[in-house]
């Protein structure tokens, strides 16, 4: 199957700080980008999407940026909560890929009172 | 939103035994459901795509003889996981797309967390 098999690294903020999530997705002809929270023992969590024809989406307290050229995505969290700690993934689709989605390997974040 | 519920939520099966996981889309029909099966730690790793009325599509280094998909219906899909083994055990998660085109909305099911002893 698809994915990299890798642990997850780890990112550690204080609360009230403002998180940054990087992904590097694999398919240049992808066009479509989400991502999920997944807290433990529980399914991923839609966060927020982006096509391919943007390159910056915002939502509640987070923010999606796509940089095609390098083919990287990143989240930005805004004043980030202890609820905020999970793994987030970021998720690429493609309109010829029979809208299956392949995830990236994930970032664990962890959020410091 | 919608709601995609799995069954059961956790299962413990003795090695060499088969064990049946359900993936219910509750209130949308679904074409097309996708099976990932994640290790402790890792990310998502898709399986097999499951089509309604067709056979599954599997991702490559998946068995198709092992992990057996069937959608016999709009609402719901399954995965049998047979001669489970301790290696097969893993957390397996299910999503389903509505019959709408394709737009993204993508829901996923609770997981189902099988541990083979």
């Known amino acids: 199957g698809e994915s990299v098999g890798l642990h997850l690294p780890t990112l550690s903020v204080q609360e009230g700080d403002n998180s940054i999530i990087n992904c590097a997705y694999s398919?240049?002809?992808?066009?479509?980008f989400i991502w999920y929270k997944q807290e433990s023992g529980k399914g991923p969590q839609f966060i927020i999407d982006?096509?391919?024809?943007?390159d910056k989406r915002q939502g509640q307290r987070v923010t999606v940026l796509l940089n095609k050229t390098v083919k990287h995505l990143s989240l930005q969290i805004a004043a980030t909560q202890p609820g905020d700690s999970a793994v987030y993934f970021c998720?690429?689709?493609?309109?010829?890929?029979?809208?299956?989605?392949?995830f990236g390997q994930g970032t664990e974040l962890s959020v410091k009172p | 939103g919608a709601v995609v519920s799995q069954h059961p939520s956790r299962v413990i099966c003795k090695s060499g035994t088969s064990v049946k996981i359900e993936c219910r889309s509750l209130?949308?029909?679904?074409?097309?459901m996708f099976w990932y099966r994640q290790f402790p730690k890792q990310s998502l790793m898709l399986m097999a795509t499951s089509n309604e009325g067709s056979k599954a599509t599997y991702e490559q280094g998946v068995e198709k003889d092992k992990f057996l998909i069937n959608h016999a219906s709009l609402t719901l899909s399954t995965l049998t996981v047979t001669s489970a083994h301790p290696e097969d055990s893993s957390f397996y998660i299910c999503s389903a797309r509505d019959k709408g085109p394709f737009s993204g909305e993508l829901f996923f099911g609770e997981g189902s967390r099988l541990t083979v002893l």
């Open positions: 982006i096509r391919s024809n943007m």
């Open positions: 398919n240049s002809a992808s066009d479509y």
């Open positions: 998720a690429e689709a493609g309109y010829n890929q029979g809208g299956k989605l392949i």
């Open positions: 209130d949308f029909q679904a074409t097309t």
